[in-house]
């Protein structure tokens, strides 16, 4: 539940106070360090979700999350306050899951491929796709019984059930063989 109120927190407005915290309270600085702050512009509007690093250089997230111009803040505890675990990133690519439909949100899932790897510390460490401890708010994770469960894609805005995820295990060979493609790609 406290990560889940961290990745909220990210998401609300700027400005907007945080004493509006609803059954919970503030999550212990870097205890989920696979979390992802992202930005991106949408009709020149600046947008925010979250999103799980599963790699050193790879980001999982929702694929409704996608704009123009998208960077990844990693190591961060309070977006307000820039610190010293930050790690700030652009994106050399966006890639959404082939089959995702805007209209009904099916395979609502997509990877970032960051320009550089995040350097590993406390702060910042990649998620395994089948380990985990929290849940998490639009592109962020859902985790059960220390699994990776799913990414969110949509749900109330209030926090109040239901949401809805995109079950990650269903989408591993695509993960998998996208990060692989890339990976080859580097290599050449």
């Known amino acids: 539940m406290q990560p889940l109120l961290l990745l909220l927190a990210f998401l609300?407005?700027?400005?907007?106070?945080?004493?509006?915290?609803?059954?919970?309270?503030?999550?212990?600085?870097?205890?989920?360090?696979?979390?992802?702050?992202?930005?991106?512009?949408l009709e020149n509007k600046k947008k925010r979700c979250g999103g799980v690093l599963v790699l050193e250089d790879f980001v999982l997230m929702a694929a409704h999350c996608w704009g123009r111009v998208i960077s990844v803040t990693l190591g961060v505890h309070n977006i307000q306050k820039q610190g010293k675990t930050q790690q700030v990133m652009t994106v050399r690519q966006a890639i959404r899951h082939p089959d995702y439909n805007p209209k009904n949100l099916s395979y609502d899932i997509m990877l970032l491929k960051l320009e550089r790897k995040a350097q590993q510390t406390a702060a910042v460490r990649p998620l395994s796709l089948s380990r985990g401890k929290t849940q998490g708010d639009s592109g962020g994770p859902l985790i059960c019984n220390k699994l990776?469960?799913?990414?969110?894609?949509?749900?109330?805005?209030?926090?109040?059930?239901?949401?809805?995820?995109?079950?990650?295990?269903?989408?591993?060979?695509w993960i998998k063989s996208t990060m692989k493609r890339f990976q080859q790609q580097a290599g050449r």
Do not use: D, R
């Open 148 to 173: 990776f469960q799913g990414i969110l894609s949509y749900g109330e805005n209030n926090g109040n059930p239901p949401g809805v995820f995109m079950k990650v295990s269903q989408f591993l060979p």
């Open 12 to 41: 609300l407005p700027p400005k907007t106070g945080t004493g509006n915290i609803i059954g919970g309270h503030e999550a212990k600085p870097h205890s989920c360090p696979y979390t992802v702050f992202v930005q991106f512009l």
